[in-house]
């Protein structure tokens, strides 16, 4: 039974920064993809950032291409999203997200539907 606990939300201004922390617990040691996605009031679930088993492998939305990096210790079971000239537009609940394992260790997914476990979400709002 995965569990994935996420931390690191907060309120900053505009042109700040803020990072976000996902620790996994109750998993199989094997490969697995981890993504990142944001969610406003009425809005679908919106992709961020990904990064593949192997902490190379990134992909990113193109609203946070540059601003944002993701970075993952596979030791400690912990992915990290790094938030930089955060925007007002920005703001929205930030999920982390883990595909099943056994995944290729050099890519990982984009889509809502290629993961299969959920962090609670953290609060990101961004004032002016």
């Known amino acids: 039974q995965v569990q994935l606990v996420e931390s690191g939300g907060g309120l900053v201004q505009a042109g700040g920064s803020l990072r976000l922390s996902c620790a996994a617990s109750?998993?199989?040691?094997?490969?697995?993809?981890m993504g990142w996605f944001r969610q406003t009031p009425g809005k679908a679930r919106e992709f961020v950032a990904a990064i593949a088993w192997n902490g190379v492998s990134t992909y990113y939305a193109d609203s946070v291409k540059v601003r944002f990096a993701t970075s993952r210790d596979n030791a400690k079971n912990t992915v990290y999203l790094q938030m930089n000239i955060l925007k007002l537009e920005d703001t929205a609940v930030y999920y982390c997200?883990?595909?099943?394992?056994?995944?290729?260790?050099?890519?990982?997914?984009?889509?809502?539907?290629?993961?299969?476990?959920w962090g609670q979400g953290t609060q990101v709002t961004v004032s002016s």
């Open positions: 997200a883990s595909t099943r394992t056994g995944v290729d260790r050099y890519y990982a997914p984009r889509g809502v539907r290629e993961y299969v476990y």
């Open positions: 109750g998993r199989t040691v094997s490969t697995y993809a």
